[in-house]
């Protein structure tokens, strides 16, 4: 998937690759794609919920041997 940004949240654990996420949304454009890089075990589910809540699109996980890639597109 082309994306606009990406952020880098390894080593990271909840809530910070969510409240990361949220602060470089609110920098970008309507339509643009964030990749999230984590290796937190609950990042997939968080960050679905976060988006459910938020409205911004939650389009999915890819898992890149430790590291899930979350990828959400700015409303």
Do not use: H, N
């Not at 940004?5 to 080593?11: E, N």
């Not at 589910?45 to 979350?70: H, N, P, R, Y």
């Amino acid at each position: 998937m082309k994306t606009d940004r990406i952020l880098d949240c390894t080593g990271l654990f909840c809530p910070m690759p969510i409240i990361k996420t949220k602060v470089l949304l609110d920098t970008m454009k309507s339509g643009q794609v964030l990749e999230i890089d984590s290796d937190d075990p609950g990042f997939e589910k968080d960050l679905a919920a976060w988006c459910k809540m938020t409205g911004e699109k939650f389009v999915g996980i890819e898992k890149d041997g430790s590291i899930l890639k979350g990828y959400v597109i700015k409303k």
